[in-house]
């Protein structure tokens, strides 16, 4: 791996970082994180992965811009090694894009990862729920680790689930603002029971949140790590 005293830095080193930063694939899995930039991107081309944004790849050279200004505001260069750089990033084949939007799971692979669920934790343990609450709600895996006792409700005689932006949670934007009814199967694996035992006022209690104060974050990491996707499944995919 090369390396460059930053006196040595030009704008081609950034440009060059960010048409690889742009096949970054999008995922915790650890083993592509202690990939190089180069071998990620290539593992990204190669496999189909869904691939990090258009902005957070500007997020990076942003950050890595203003280091270059400061190196320069210190007298470290003499001028400012990324001056006058512009974002333009390769052009995706439709044949790549294609490849990296999500596929959904099939019912086999739905089927192989709930009967691991199942063998690894069983439904008193926190860790069981999301991915089969996911399963028969459609909803994103922050909002379902951040649901609160009192988001489990009966609205005209029906059991359902609120997911709301109040008492500190988030949701993606207004439209995610919703109320679904329970799945009968939800109700029948034991899902209202397990959030009525719980001893605080979320349904997870264990669940921690990250320093940004995500608690799916944590969960796709831990559900990730324990090798149930790597194992199960033939196609790697991002856990959003």
């Given amino acids: 791996m090369a390396t460059f005293s930053v006196r040595e830095l030009r704008r081609e080193h950034l440009r060059i970082y960010a048409e690889a930063a742009a096949w970054l694939p999008k995922t915790t899995d650890p083993d592509i994180a202690a990939l190089s930039i180069k071998e990620a991107a290539k593992l990204a081309r190669e496999k189909g992965l869904a691939t ?19 190196a320069a505001s210190v007298g470290w260069v003499e001028n400012d090694p990324f001056a006058g750089f512009r974002l333009v990033l390769p052009r995706k084949r439709a044949g790549d894009i294609q490849a990296t939007k999500r596929l959904p799971f099939t019912s086999v692979e739905v089927k192989r990862i709930l009967d691991e669920l199942d063998k690894r934790y069983g439904p008193s ?20 680790c951040q649901l609160l006792k009192d988001d489990i409700r009966t609205v005209d005689g029906i059991l359902c689930i ?3 932006d109040d008492q500190g949670k988030r949701v993606k934007n207004s439209a995610s603002l919703r109320t679904i009814p329970m799945h009968p199967e939800l109700v029948r694996f034991g899902f209202p029971a397990h959030a009525s035992r719980s001893k605080g006022p979320r349904v997870f209690e264990s669940f921690e949140p990250d320093q940004r104060g995500r608690l799916g974050g944590p969960y796709g990491k831990r559900f990730e790590a324990s090798r149930v996707f790597r194992r199960l499944l033939s196609v790697r995919r991002s856990y959003d």
């Fill in 52 to 70: 990090i944004s258009t902005a957070t790849v500007a997020k990076h050279l942003t950050a890595l811009k203003t280091a270059g200004k400061y």
């Fill in 125 to 144: 343990v926190d860790d069981y729920w999301p991915p089969i609450v996911a399963a028969y709600t459609g909803a994103r895996i922050e909002e379902i």
């Fill in 162 to 164: 609120r997911i709301s």
